[in-house]
Nanobody, 121 residues
Framework: QLVESGGGLVQAGGSLKLSCVAS????????VGWFRQAPGKERSFVASINWNGGSTDYSDSVKGRFTISRDHAKNTAYLQMNNLKPEDTAVYYC????????????????WGQGTQVTVSS
């Protein structure tokens, strides 16, 4: 029900914008999170945005460089990634959590298939 796109190969210092489109069949309102998994590492939190877009959260490693946003009309969430570093190389996943509270609690139930981001030095 979630499909990511926008990944690719970019040089260090470059930018990419990831998109996460939700199926029209997904009902209710959802918080959205972005996660990433580098080779040989655990999946880690990158950023989240609450159901109405009024609250965002970022991991320390991306704060100031990445921006999460959403467009309800398009059922799409975005992750704008600027000043990319080789350590940002990973498969990036978006996830959705039913918004029973105003802020995400980490109970993501829907996941996309992931999109590869590779940053060369």
């Amino acid at each position: 029900q979630l499909v990511e796109s926008g990944g690719g190969l970019v040089q260090a210092g470059g930018s990419l914008k990831l998109s996460c489109v939700a199926s029209q069949r997904t009902s209710g309102t959802y918080h959205v999170g972005w996660f990433r998994q580098a080779p040989g590492k655990e999946r880690s939190f990158v950023a989240s945005i609450n159901w109405n877009g009024g609250s965002t959260d970022y991991s320390d490693s991306v704060k100031g460089r990445f921006t999460i946003s959403r467009d309800h009309a398009k059922n799409t969430a975005y992750l704008q990634m600027n000043n990319l570093k080789p350590e940002d190389t990973a498969v990036y996943y978006c996830a959705a959590e039913l918004s029973t509270t105003n802020l995400p609690r980490g109970n993501y139930v829907y996941w996309g298939q992931g999109t590869q981001v590779t940053v060369s030095s």
